[in-house]
């Protein structure tokens, strides 16, 4: 009996409390994130080697393949891009093996297939996405074989470009 009244006793003192007049007020907070364009593109190795082979038994040489990650901030109405240009054509001095006889394939989310191209012609699109995120995959380039092309060690340079605007 003696716990009931104290019980009864806090809860009065508790409703009497609250007619003393306490007062509550809230505030908004407004939060805000900005997050803008932004890209990062990873490619290794940097080298492609194509071993040289019987252009019978080994019509299509495959190169080294390259693991490829790029990271995109993107979305709404942008959609990030990555390209791949060569320079020229695959060269030693004066001779010459045409860039287009370099192809590839990919895998990964996004990633696509082509045919290499050289400036001043528009690079050749290796992926778009149009969301952000870090996309991996792998390119595997293959170069068309011939008997036609001369003894040589045949080099240029090509860029790969991640953009996203």
Known sequence: ???ARIMLLS????????????AVDTATITINATVTASANLTVAPTT??????????????????????AK????????????????????DGTLFIPISAVKWTTTGAGYQGGT????????????TWSHSGSY???????LNNSW??????????????????
């Open 11 to 22: 809860a009065i003192l508790v409703l009497m409390g609250a007619g003393l007049g306490l």
């Open 136 to 142: 991996n995959g792998t390119l595997t380039p293959t």
């Open 116 to 127: 290499l191209v050289k400036s001043p012609t528009a690079p050749v699109t290796v992926g």
């Open 48 to 69: 492609i080697s194509f071993p040289d082979s019987d252009p019978d038994s080994v019509p299509v040489i495959t190169g080294t393949q390259l693991a490829i990650t």
């Open 72 to 91: 995109t901030k993107t979305g709404g109405t942008h959609v990030a891009t990555l390209t791949w240009q060569a320079a020229d054509d695959l060269k």
């Open 1 to 3: 009996m003696k716990t």
């Open 148 to 165: 036609s092309y001369d003894v040589g060690n045949y080099t240029i340079a090509s860029t790969m470009t991640l953009s996203n605007p």
